[in-house]
């Protein structure tokens, strides 16, 4: 219980970390934040303006401005989108989340089940024929940006051959109904490019680590042992190697999970999908800049929730951190 | 002098090391290869690929193997300078706090640990928003000062594990200073851990330069290959099929992130000598040849005593 603890308490301080940059980079710029905002092109109404010297508190003391800022997270006051026409920004990146989620959520677990399996298989023959094209070429594909692979897809796929929609996560005129087959069809049309650009990235990621992992486990005494039992090769494989091999994934999944709001950034941006990589897009473009705060702190509080998923799952899932011992 | 002899005689790692080089030659020799200017409109716009114009032209009627070339210097430089700035900040706070532990260890170890847990890109682009247009230059800084944790973890668990070895403790017990200690007896058994996360960092680096760029974070007037995507993407290339601009930086990119991942698997195998599998391979191949060979000499041998 102690291990979890000391965590939780760890992952609270990055967050206030999180929350101190958030805090200090507009008052870092010179003049102060809102005189920042506007040398940086941000269009505001003279209304917007005064509002915004009230949010930031400029008269006010910098520690007192702090605790209002700290409160105002708390309770998830984290200001006005200028570019949305003056919505909450909590209310903003809700809309977007479930977008996200669904998008990078699939890929990820599906580049987690393809390439565990896979990485598997690498791993017990390896040196041979799969392994050696497999392992390098998975490598090569976790090395090349989302950005690369989003605009070859919609590029091909999108334009040149007309097979999936360039853009949106549903036909503008449908009306979004999740209980119509129609309209969930068509949005899976639509998350197909983007959630294959999304998976292959990831796909190198799983097998690599997971071909590493069980080749080491592989030379252990217990392995032959297992072999000399005149057990099938495939138990031995799976039980007596993956099962020991896939705890570092499956924690390496949870954390994989952690990086889902921020990770499909630029493949929604190139399929112009609705969710949270947009959004921060848009906010960018548009120097909406306490939209894009209150999206660094939504992406921050989901890494550290998942890593922390991941410090539990450790513990659930290795006997030996369980029972405590050193 | 041996890991570069490790590295050479390693295949992936030798063709991984002749796609970077070739890109880094091609872009230090641009203005040998191309007559263009990148940055002055040399011809219409949107021209496809030509005797003239290798790799055709932008809307700006710029040419796009010229910007291509161009590009590489920024591009090539942002990656490998942040790469630097990435090892050196890696080694030098992952040694400190391995080699010092105690306090010293345990404030390190949770900056390093609360780095990681702030998602990056998010982060960089803030940082690069509130910045303003930043060139090349500063997104090399920003990438640098933010990527360090994951190297220095690295860094220091390592240095942890030699620190405990006989050599170093035979050095303090002579009475050298840590200074020495650290970059004389611990430093060289870093190196291959150390050239990993530098070719990391300098993939890394190239994919982030090209995504701040792309999306607009940039400085628009630089040449970079993020910018030249950036400009593509706003003249919306991809709808009117203007392959040529659309694909010679996503090309380039993915060769260079290629093989350096090559590199980088390579440098893997040689750090941890269980994931070389062709080498048991070619030993096992060894022997069986040199039995068969042995084989055969017996048979031989045989013949002729019967023929005797």
Redesign the interface.
């Known amino acids: 219980m102690g291990f979890i603890l000391r965590r939780l308490v760890f992952y609270f301080g990055a967050f206030l970390v999180a929350v101190v940059i958030n805090f200090f980079l507009p008052r870092m710029m010179p003049g102060d934040p809102v005189d920042a905002m506007l040398a940086q092109g941000a269009r505001f109404t003279a209304e917007q303006i005064a509002n915004l010297r009230l949010t930031f508190g400029v008269d006010q003391p910098l520690y007192q401005q702090f605790f209002t800022y700290l409160g105002d997270v708390f309770t998830l006051e984290l200001g006005h989108s200028t570019f949305f026409s003056n919505m909450p920004v909590s209310e903003v990146l809700a809309n977007a989340f479930g977008w996200t989620l669904f998008l990078t959520g699939t890929a990820t677990i599906l580049a987690f089940m393809f390439g565990a399996t896979l990485g598997i298989v690498a791993a017990w023959y390896r040196g041979g024929k799969f392994d050696s094209i497999a392992s390098p070429l998975s490598l090569v594909l976790q090395a090349t940006p989302q950005l690369v692979f989003g605009i070859v897809v919609l590029f091909s796929l999108g334009v040149t051959w007309d097979l999936i929609p360039i853009s949106y996560a549903y036909d503008p005129e449908l009306t979004p109904d999740f209980t119509s087959w129609e309209f969930l069809k068509n949005v899976l049309l639509h998350a197909v490019g983007p959630i294959f650009c999304i998976f292959i990235v990831q796909l190198g990621g799983f097998l690599v680590p997971m071909r590493n992992n069980m080749i080491n486990l592989l030379n252990e005494d217990y392995i032959t042992m297992g072999k000399a039992k005149g057990l099938s090769n495939i138990r031995v494989m799976l039980n007596y190697g993956a099962r020991n091999a896939i705890l570092p994934s499956v924690t390496a999944l949870s954390m994989a999970l952690g990086f889902v709001v921020g990770g499909a950034l630029v493949v929604e941006v190139i399929f112009n999908y609705q969710g949270l990589g947009s959004v921060l897009f848009n906010a960018i473009v548009n120097r909406d800049y306490q939209l894009i705060q209150g999206q660094l702190l939504i992406m921050t509080v989901f890494m550290l929730a998942f890593n922390f998923l991941a410090d539990v799952l450790y513990v659930f899932l290795d006997p030996r951190l369980r029972k405590g011992g050193k | 002098m041996g890991f570069i002899n490790l590295l050479t005689r390693n295949k992936?790692a030798l063709f991984g090391l002749c796609i970077v080089g070739f890109f880094v030659v091609i872009s230090v020799f641009a203005p040998f290869i191309t007559q263009y200017d990148a940055k002055k409109r040399v011809t219409k716009s949107h021209v496809p690929p030509s005797e003239e114009h290798v790799l055709g032209s932008t809307r700006m009627g710029r040419d796009v193997f010229a910007q291509t070339l161009y590009g590489g210097r920024v591009s090539l430089a942002v990656g490998f300078g942040a790469g630097i700035i990435v090892v050196a900040m890696a080694v030098a706070i992952g040694i400190t706090a391995g080699y010092f532990g105690g306090l010293i260890d345990e404030v390190l170890s949770?900056l390093m640990?609360?780095m990681l847990?702030?998602?990056q890109?998010?982060?960089l682009?803030?940082?690069a928003?509130?910045i303003?247009e930043v060139s090349p230059m500063v997104i090399a800084l920003i990438i640098g000062l933010t990527s360090w944790a994951w190297g220095a973890r690295v860094v220091r668990s390592q240095t942890l594990a030699v620190r405990e070895k006989e050599f170093v403790v035979a050095a303090q017990v002579l009475g050298e200073p840590s200074w020495r200690i650290i970059l004389i007896e611990i430093l060289p058994n870093l190196v291959s851990i150390i050239g990993a996360s530098f070719i990391g960092s300098v993939?890394y680096a190239i994919?982030t330069q090209?995504?701040l760029e792309?999306?607009?974070?940039g400085d628009p007037t630089s040449v970079t290959w993020g910018t030249q995507?950036f400009n593509m993407q706003k003249t919306s290339a991809?709808?009117i099929?203007a392959?040529w601009e659309?694909?010679s930086p996503?090309v380039v990119?993915?060769c260079v992130?290629?093989g350096?991942?090559?590199l980088?698997?390579a440098v893997?195998e040689i750090a941890?000598p269980?994931?070389r599998?062709?080498v048991?391979?070619k030993r096992w191949k060894q022997i069986t040849a040199q039995k068969e060979a042995e084989a055969a000499a017996q048979e031989t041998t045989a013949q002729q005593g019967a023929a005797s």
């Open positions: 992936k949770s640990n609360i847990v702030i998602p890109l998010p982060l682009m803030v940082l928003a509130f303003g993939i994919m090209a995504t792309f999306l607009g974070l995507l991809i709808h099929g392959y659309v694909f996503i990119i993915a992130g290629a350096l991942a090559l980088n698997f893997d941890n269980q994931l599998s062709h048991g391979l």
